[in-house]
């Protein structure tokens, strides 16, 4: 539940806009590298230490740890039949011992090798296991180097990309949810892919070049536009032409540019959608004299003909969701099609969908998972009890309200869940958290959307179908580790004392506030936690009557044109001297934020201390936070 997040997140969207640009993927790499002859094996970037490989006929054998270790794959002896069970994704290769017959899937196949068990050691053939599961397997005569190499593109799909295109014998690719497709060229891989299918990279198996297909909302673009903002873009490039062309009734722009590498961009507007096609070379001269490599570009089409010739990668299901799975953590979701993940793979712990346009929304519709480790004892209604202890702590009474709590069950475990809502700019936000506890790991799987859509009963069954859908089997601690939820780190009680000599200051800050990066120096100190802030700004030679009249005019200006809400002054006597205190309301998006400002002049100096925080968070003990904060306020 986070939704302490809330009131920074929409904010945020202002600077920084996080859904104007989404283009990263999910992907990862499977690596093996080694020479014959080697016993340290870099695999996945790591030295591991294994028995021994050898070449026999042709064939590498491995010890069978290896495949496990670099794929994460699953293996189950059968000793009655002396077989290997070796279970990659939706791949199954059993082997049986001194014997060459192998099965893929229930499909045999001859080996040139039989599996053998050598120094107690399972002993398997590397490129035919590698292969079937996807990678790509090279070896250097010079150097007798052996490298197998898998780029897992869409790792959280249920489709493994990597293998589909490996073993795919269809000319074309494409893709029936979002309609498009072109030609696919037998040394083309896929590179990467987003959880959602907005983007897409190939790349070419001598990485001689690589294409990529890029989807976004047309919003009010249109050619030109999109031309113009190309041409800013990629202003450091020479450009060689940029025109538009039809093809087959469809309308589109092309833009070459070349400079360290050639860069071909298409871009198609279909509907609501546009589609951005980009080709990038390293070598201009190849691109110009060769026309194989913009054929492939020139066969895109906005557009899908579903036939036996193209390669489907949609993993929409028949039911019309797409499925999240997390094979390491071990659990998943189903999510609505349009829903796009937010790119956060250093944390796969914390996952987070959104709805709607990738733009600077005020507010999107949000679906999340949390899993963290939990302690011995920790229960369910423990969660409960600290959220809504939490919520008081933190937040304005005026801006939640609890609608009720209920028992339930996903996914075979006993849950918990609290509905409630929170006003968030100018709306009301409904929200429901599940608690689910297990025995060394629980997770929090929860909504928050918009009034517009809770009163919607289509897209709030959809949505409660997705958190409905979540299951989960927990794995192997000794292998995950800890998981610590970052707001259980928090110490919201202690202090730290901040001082400045020169300016003969002083002040008890929560240790859990962090320094501004850019304005903290000695004339300038700045401290917050989540949008709750301290600041203080230390002026010489400037008369506080004249700031204090330079101030009085310019709230009264800003109250006029409605940039402030509300101002009051006091004129105070503490610190040994005359603070003059104005307590004002201003609007930050749809937020209201709350400053307490004290200016005084003491040590000839004249000192600006502002205290910031959003009424959202205007609760009793975050008031007193504040307050305590400026009675801790010392001047020599």
Not at 140 to 147: A, D, F, G, L, S
Not at 450 to 462: D, Q
Request: proline share 2%; glycine share 4%.
């Amino acid at each position: 539940m986070k939704i302490k997040n809330f009131i920074t997140f929409v904010v945020l969207f202002v600077f920084i806009g996080i859904f104007a640009n989404h283009a990263s993927a999910d992907s990862s790499t499977v690596e093996i590298s080694f020479k014959v002859g080697d016993s340290v094996l870099k695999i996945n970037g790591k030295d591991v230490k294994v028995q021994t490989p050898y070449v026999e006929n042709g064939t590498t054998l491995v010890p069978v740890a290896v495949i496990t270790q670099a794929f994460g794959a699953d293996v189950k002896w059968n000793a009655a039949e002396k077989s290997v069970n070796i279970t990659y994704g939706e791949t199954l290769i059993k082997l049986v011992i001194n014997d060459k017959t192998a099965y893929v899937n229930g499909t045999k196949s001859v080996l040139l090798k039989a599996p053998v068990i050598k120094n107690s050691v399972t002993m398997v053939p590397l490129a035919f296991i590698s292969e079937n599961f996807g990678a790509d397997v090279s070896y250097e005569k010079n150097t007798k180097q052996i490298t197998v190499s898998k780029v897992i593109a869409g790792d959280k799909s249920i489709k493994d990309y990597s293998l589909i295109l490996k073993k795919t014998t269809k000319s074309k690719i494409g893709d029936s949810y979002y309609k498009w497709s072109m030609n696919l060229p037998k040394e083309l891989r896929i590179a990467d892919r987003n959880f959602d299918g907005t983007f897409t990279a190939f790349d070419a198996l001598d990485e001689s070049y690589s294409i990529s297909v890029g989807i976004f909302d047309k919003d009010d673009d249109s050619l030109d536009t999109l031309m113009a903002s190309l041409r800013e873009d990629l202003s450091e490039y020479t450009l060689v032409s940029q025109s538009k062309k039809t093809k087959d009734g469809q309308e589109y722009s092309k833009t070459v540019y070349k400079g360290d590498q050639v860069i071909d961009v298409r871009y198609y507007i279909k509907g609501e959608r546009v589609f951005k096609v980009t080709l990038y070379m390293d070598e201009y001269e190849k691109y110009i004299e060769s026309s194989v490599y913009t054929d492939i570009v020139d066969s895109f089409t906005a557009d899908y003909v579903e036939n036996s010739s193209t390669e489907d990668l949609s993993d929409i299901s028949k039911e019309g969701y797409r499925k999240y799975e997390d094979k390491k953590l071990k659990f998943s979701m189903n999510v609505s099609p349009e829903w796009f993940k937010l790119d956060n793979e250093k944390t796969p712990n914390v996952v987070e969908f959104y709805n709607g346009s990738k733009s600077n929304e005020d507010f999107n519709d949000s679906l999340n998972i949390d899993m963290y480790s939990t302690e011995s004892g920790f229960t369910a209604d423990d969660w409960v009890k600290k959220l809504l202890k939490d919520m008081e702590e933190r937040y304005n009474p005026k801006y939640y309200n609890i609608l009720k709590q209920e028992d339930g069950e996903i996914s075979g475990a006993k849950c918990k869940k609290v509905f409630y809502t929170q006003k968030i700019g100018g709306d009301n936000i409904y929200s429901c958290d599940i608690f689910i506890v297990g025995k060394k790991y629980r997770y929090n799987v929860y909504y928050h959307i918009k009034s517009e859509t809770y009163n919607n009963s289509k897209k709030l069954a959809e949505i409660e179908n997705a958190l409905s859908s979540f299951k989960f089997t927990e794995p192997d601690a000794s292998k995950i580790g800890e998981l610590m939820n970052p707001r259980d780190a928090e110490d919201n009680v202690s202090t730290i004392n901040r001082q400045s000599t020169k300016y003969k200051w002083a002040v008890n800050l929560p240790v859990s506030w962090t320094a501004d990066s850019i304005n903290n120096n000695e004339d300038k100190v700045s401290y917050s936690l989540n949008m709750r802030s301290f600041s203080m700004i230390i002026v010489d030679e400037v008369p506080i009557d004249n700031f204090i009249a330079y101030l009085d005019d310019d709230f009264d200006k800003k109250l006029k044109v409605g940039t402030l809400k509300t101002t009051n002054k006091q004129i105070l006597d503490e610190k040994g001297t005359k603070v003059y205190k104005y307590s004002s309301s201003r609007a930050l998006g749809k937020e209201i934020i709350w400053i307490d400002s004290y200016i005084l002049s003491k040590n000839g100096h004249l000192y600006v201390i502002d205290l910031t925080i959003p009424e959202a968070y205007l609760s009793e003990k975050n008031s007193k936070v504040l307050f305590d904060i400026w009675q801790s306020l010392k001047f020599e």
